[in-house]
C-alpha cells in the first residue's frame, strides 16, 4: 500500500488515503514520485473553480520520479531507453485523441475533446493519476522526458507546469529580435513567461506584479524593471508606467498571467500600436471585464491571442533550454519551501495566500 | 471656380461651396471627379465622431476621377503614363512619411503618426482635398491606379473604400482553403470582406446583418446563409444559428464589421475553438463591451486581431481583383442611388438612415 | 474470392490476381471498390523508382468505394456514422505514430517515419490494401470521408490524389490576395495546384505543360494562359514568356509540378523577387540540377519550398471545397478514359505515355 | 581638405586622395568618422565582383562617426536629437523609393530598384559616401543611430556590417524556442548568425568554418561545438558531424554564411525534413551547385531562404541587443587589427587572406 493526498470535493480539507501499490500496464509505467507541485490550478481545484473534476481526485499535474517498473520496454523521443531508476518527468496531457476534426483539421490539439490531464480530469479511483501520491501510474501512451544531465528534480519543479505554460505563451506571442514584453503578473507562469521573453530575442522585460519576494525573482530572472502593483494600485498609473518605458509607445508584447479580469483592460493600454497581447492567466473563470473595442483593438491594430494549455512539443523544448541555462536562470531558486504529503493542505493555503513562490510537494516517505 | 459640399462642422447642413480652380502642383494631378461616395465615416464625421477633424471638409475618401492636368509627367507602378484623359482613382492615404518608428522598425504603416487621409484629415481650405467636388486636387506623391480596362467608375465606386477594407481584414484573419468565415454587419465593408473570403479559399460565408436588402445583396455576392438580425434580436439564437451551421463547433473565422460594440461579445461566442476573429469595424468609439477573457479568450485559444484603415497594396490589389471578378461578383449593383452635389446632404442622411447600400456621389455639373 | 490487380516487381506485367473476400477487423471495414486512379506514383511504381516498396503490391492510393460491412459503429469527423451502402473515400495514409519526434515536437507529420500508404508502401501479401482490387480492406484508424451530396465518384476520382497534393501545394506557397501563380506541368498535380491558386486568392495563374490536350483543360480551369512547352523547348523564353506577362518582374508564386529535375532552375528563373517557388513535382529521383546559389536564391531573397505528401486536413477541405466548385472547376472532365480491372496494365502504359490526363480504374466486375 | 581611400578600379591598388571639406545640405549631416571597417564585400568589390559599381568609389558601408554638423535640426527615431558631438552609426542604404512595386505591393524592400548603399553603389564623385574618409557627408533622409550609453565604437564595429545582416539571416530562419541551429561559415556575417540563433531561442549552435582563430571566436560566442573545415575536407563527413549531435535528423536551422556555392548542396545535407536553410552567404556570384530536387528539397519538405541585405530595423533592433548583450558576447575581440587610412590596402589584402576576423580602418589623422 501506499499513500496519497487527496481533495475529496471542493472547499473539503485534504486528506491522507492509502491505495494498493500500482503495476504498470503493457506499455505503461510507475514511478516513484520525487517531488510534485502546488500550482495556482491546484488552488482553482481546491476552490471548485474548474468544470468536469472528477472528485476526489489526487492532485499534482507537473511532477518528477524515478522510474520503478515498466510495462515492456519503453524508450523517450530519441529512442533512449527509459528503465527502472531513471528520473524523468512526464508529458500530463493523455488521451489526445489525433482522430477528431480538432486534431487533424484545425490542428488546434489542446482543444481535442477527448483530452485528460494528470491530477486535473482524473478521479482518485481510477488509480495514482496525480503527484501527490508515493507512486504515480502512467498509462500506456503517457509521455516521459528523461532529466537531462546535471538537472536536478529541484531544478525542474522549480519550473514546474509554468515552465512549459510560459514557453507557450510566449511563442504565441511570436517575440521578435528586440521586442519590448511586459509581462502581468509574477506567479510561476509569468516569471517563466519572463525568462522565455529573454531566450526568444526579446531586448527587455517589465514585470508588473506582488508580493516583493516575487519581483525580486523576477529580477534575478532577468526582468529589468518591475512595478510593485499593491504598491501602484492605479492601473493608469501601471499603464503609464510602462509608456515611459517605451517611449510613449507601449510594448511590443504584453503578457497576462495574472488571473485577475481587470488585467486584460489594464494590459491593453499598454500594447503598443500594431503590438500583441497574450491572455494565458485567465486558465479559470476570473469574472468578466469592460473594453473597448475601438480604443484597445481596432484602432491600435492590436492581435490578442488566447493561449490555452500546452502540448508535448513545450515541455519537451523546454526541459532543454532548462537545462541548458539553468545558471542564467536559477529555477530551483523559486520553490519556497517544501511539503510532505501529509502536509499538502498547508502547501495549498500558502500557495493560496502566496506566500510561497512555488510550493513543492515531496511524497517520499 | 468649381463647387465643393462642404462639411462645416459636426451637426451642421453639408453646404456648396465655390473654390478656384486648382492646378497642379509639381508632381501632383487635377482630376476631374467623375464620382465619390458616402461611406459609414462620413456619416461619423457628420456626428463629429472622430478626433482630430479639421472641420470645415470636403468629404470623399475614395473617389474616381478623369485626369485633367499633371505637374510634369508621371507613371504608374507599372510604370504607364498619366496622361490627362486617363481614368484613375488614388490612395486616399499620404503624407506616410517612411521615417518614424511605425514605419521602419514597427512596420505598422497605418499607425504612421505622419499619415493623412483625403476626406477625412484635411480641412477645406488646404483645398480640394476631398472627393465631393468636381475637382479633386492630388499632392505631390499621391499614388494614382488607372482603372483596369473594362472597369467603369460604376464597378469600382460600389466597391470603394470598403473593397480594400474587406480585403484588409480578410488578409489580418488568414483565412485557409476551405474555411468556414462569418461576417457580422453586412455594410460596405462586411459585405467586401465576404467576397474577398470567397477568393481567399473560404468554403462558405455566413452573413448577419440588416436590412433585408443589404442581406439579398450578400447572397448575390456568394454568402451561403445570411440572418436578419433584426429579425433575431437575440444574441445567444444568433450564436446558435452559426453553430447550427457548423457542427456545433463555431466558425473558423468570424468579421466583425457592424459597428457596434457589443458584436464583439456576440462574435466572439462564433468563433471555433483557436480561430480568428478580427475587428475592423469599429472604426469610431462605439462604447464598450463586457467580455469574459477566461471563456472568449483564453480557453478558446482564440486570436482577436484589430484591424485599422489600409495600405496602399490592398487598394492595388483590390482593383486588380475587382476587374478579373466583375461578373461573378457585381460590385456595381452596391451602389443603391447616384446624387448630385447639391444634394450631398441627403445622401449622407440616406446613408445614416442605411436605405441605400452605397450612396454614390457625381460631382460633374 | 475477389479479384484484384497486382504489380509483381518493377517491369514486370500487372497480372490479375484472386484473394480471399476479407472481413473487417473490430474498427475497420471492408469497401467495395467503385473506382480508383492510376497516377504518375503508379507509373514511378512500374518503373522501380522508389525506395522500400514491398513488392509484390496492389496499387491504387486513393481510390472510392462503397462501404460493404464494417467492424462496429464507425463515424466521421463530424459524428455522421458510416454505415455499409456509403459511398466514401478516405485518407491513404495510415500508422502516423503521434508518437516520435517527427510528429510530436517537429510537426513535420509526413516526414513520420512509422507512416505508411495505400497502394505504396503496403504488400499485396498483407491484404487488399491498395485500390486496384474488387474490395479494399480499411485498417483500424484509417479516416474514412463520405462524398458530400451531390458529388459523384467520377468527380472525385478527377481529382484523385492531385487534389489534396495540389492544395497542399498552394497552401505551402502562401498565396496572396491578388498573386500571380506560375505552374510548371500541366498533369493532374499540376492542374489541381492551378485551381487551388484561384480558389486561394491569385489574380492570375499561367500554366506551361504538354501536350495540348492537359493545357486546355488548364484553361478550362481557369489558367488566363498556357504555354505548350513542347512546342517551345527553351527555357529562356519560357522564363520570357512568364516575365512578359509579370511586367518584367516574374511571378510571386511558382509552383513545380513538373517531375522533371531541370525545370527547378528554369523555374527560379520565373520567380520575383521575394517570391516563393514550391518543389512538389520531385516525388522521385529525377535527377540533379544546376543552380546558381547567389542568382537564384540569395539575390532574389527567394524562398525555395519542398511540399512532401499531404495530410488528412488536405484530402477533408479538398473534397469540401470540390463540392462546392465542382461546376465551376470540372474535375471529372479530367478522366480521359475508365479501364476494368484487367485492363490496369494499359492504364499504366497510357499514362505513363500521357495520351490521358487521368485514368480511372473501375474494379466492378 | 580631407583624405579619403579610394578604389579607383577593380584590381587597382587602393590610393588616398584629397577632397573638399563637405558642408551637410539642408536635412542632412557631416560625420567625422571615427572607424569603419573592411567586410568581405570590400574584397569583392576589389576583385569587381559585383555589379553596376560606378568606379571609383570610396569603400566603407557600415561606420562610427561624430556629428560635426547638422542641415538643421535633425532627431532619431525616439525624437532625440541628433547634434553635433554625438557619435553615432547610420543605415547605409538610402534611396530606397516608397513608391514602385517592389516597396508598395511586394514589401520587399531590400529589392527596391532605387535603393542606394554607401561605399558600394557611390561613386567618389559624388561626394564623400563611403566610410574610409576623414568624414562622411549624411545625405537628406539618411538615418543616423546614437550608439547607446556604453557602447563604444570598438563595440559596434566589432559587429559591423555583419550585425544586422546576421540578425536578418536568422530572423528570416524563423529560429524556434529550442531549436538546433547550424552555421556554415565562420566569418562576421556566420558569427553574428551565431549570435542571434542564440538570442532567437536555439538550444544549441553549431559552426563550421576556418581557421582557426575564427571557430575560437565562434566558441567564445557560444557555439556549443565547432569543424575546422579545413581539417575536414569531406563534405559528406561534415553532413555526419551535425547528423552526430542531432539523433541523426539533421538541424531545424541551418544558415549559409560562406561565400562558397558547393555549401549549398553540403548544408542542405545538414538540415532536418521540414527544416529552413537560410542563403545569406551568396552576396556575390560564387558559381553553380549541383542539387537535387528529389533528396534535397521536396522529400524532405524543406524551406530554401534566401537573405537580400538588411533594412533600418535590423540596424536598429541589432544595435540595441548590442548595448544589451555586450558583456555576454564580446563582439569587440573581433577586431583583430586596426589600420589607417593610409593602410586600407593591407587591410584589403589580410580580409581577402583571412588573417583578421575583422580589419577596422580609422581614419582620424
Redesign the interface.
Known sequence: MVSAAVMPRPGAAVELRRFPAPRPAPGGAVLETVMSEVCGTDVHLHHGRLAGVPYPIIPGHVSCGRILETGGPLAD???RPLEPGRLVTFFDVFGTC?????C?????A??CPHRRVYGITTGADEGLLGGWAERIELRP?V?MLPLPDGLEPEDFMGGGCGLPTG?HA??RAGV???DTVVVQGSGPVGLNAAV?AQ???A??VLVLGAPAARLEAARRLGAEDVLDVEAEPDPAARARWVRERT?G?GA?VVV?ASGV?AA?REGLEMV???GRYV??????????????????????????????GF???HL???L??MA?HRDRFRWRELISREYRLADAGRALADMAARTVIKAAIRPAP
Do not use: M
Open positions: 523521443l530519441d529512442g489525433g482522430a477528431c476534426w480538432h487533424l483539421v484545425a490542428k488546434a489542446t482543444r501512451g509521455r514557453l510566449i511563442e521578435a529580435l528586440g522565455f531566450l526568444s530575442g531586448l527587455r517611449s509607445r511590443d497576462e479580469a486584460v503598443r500600436d500594431g491572455v494565458v492567466g485567465q486558465y479559470t473563470d476570473a469574472g468578466e471585464v469592460l473594453l473597448n473595442p475601438h480604443v484597445h483593438v481596432n484602432r491600435r491594430h492590436a492581435a490578442v491571442l488566447g493561449c490555452w502540448e508535448y512539443t519537451h523544448r523546454g532543454a533550454l541548458r
